[in-house]
């Protein structure tokens, strides 16, 4: 059964940093691109950054270039998403979620919350 | 970056009409455009992929069709659990965007 299961997120001031994380089973982790994908509150889906299955090629949205930074552990299964610079805009439910190359996102975690505020 | 614009932005329907939305991209896209289902506190779910492609397990009800800028999400009889809000991602280029959503609610 394929799982992905984000956590660290937070309550956390503007300015500020957290590392989230995705741990995925199910699936060949290093065959897929992973992504995070974001929802602001009453707000829609925002695709915030992208990672090959490789490690080797990272993509962003605009609206985080120079704050997020996206990595992967294919021995461990691991996703990470640092965020730097926090701000309120950037409070959402971070997805996790993965799709092959020239696929859509077949799989989705099932969201961590961070919330900036003072 | 691809901009993708979805309508309506809302919709209110009835068990058993046929619902249709729409979705243009700034740019052609070929025919790289999903359509997912998505439901509060739940994760999103993929129905249609490549504009036209039914997923695996995805109800004969949903169909997509178009290429090039112009794509529809067709839903041929509106069932309960069809209420939800209803999202097109291109993904012929990064960055991936997503269209603004349509609500489907309850007439």
């Known amino acids: 059964e394929v799982q992905l299961v984000e956590s660290g997120g937070g309550l956390v001031q503007p300015g500020g940093s957290l590392r989230l994380s995705c741990a995925a089973s199910?699936?060949?982790?290093?065959?897929?691109?992973m992504n995070w994908v974001r929802q602001a509150p009453g707000k829609g889906l925002e695709w915030v950054s992208g990672?090959?299955?490789?490690?080797?090629?990272?993509y962003y949205a605009d609206s985080v270039k120079g704050r997020f930074t996206i990595s992967r552990d294919n021995s461990k299964n691991t996703l990470d998403l640092q965020v730097n610079s926090l701000r309120v805009e950037d409070t959402a439910v971070y997805f996790c979620?993965?799709?092959?190359?020239?696929?859509?996102?077949?799989?989705w975690g099932q969201g961590t919350l961070v919330t900036v505020s003072s | 970056d691809i901009q993708m614009t979805q309508s309506p932005s809302t919709l209110s329907a009835s068990v058993g009409d046929r619902v249709t939305i729409t979705c243009r991209a700034s740019?052609?896209?070929?025919?790289?455009l999903a359509w997912y289902q998505h439901k509060p506190g739940k994760a999103p779910k993929v129905l249609i992929n490549?504009?036209?492609g039914l997923e695996s397990g995805v109800p004969s009800r949903f169909s997509g069709s178009g290429s090039g800028t112009e794509f529809t999400l067709t839903i041929s009889s509106l069932q309960p659990d069809d209420f939800a809000t209803y999202y097109c991602?291109?993904?012929?280029?990064?960055?991936?965007?997503f269209g603004g959503g349509t609500k489907v609610e309850i007439k």
């Open positions: 979620a993965k799709r092959q190359t020239n696929q859509p996102i077949d799989y």
């Open positions: 490549q504009a036209s």
């Open positions: 199910g699936f060949s982790f290093s065959s897929y691109v």
């Open positions: 991602q291109q993904y012929y280029i990064y960055p991936l965007t």
């Open positions: 740019q052609s896209i070929s025919s790289w």
């Open positions: 990672i090959s299955g490789s490690g080797t090629s990272t």
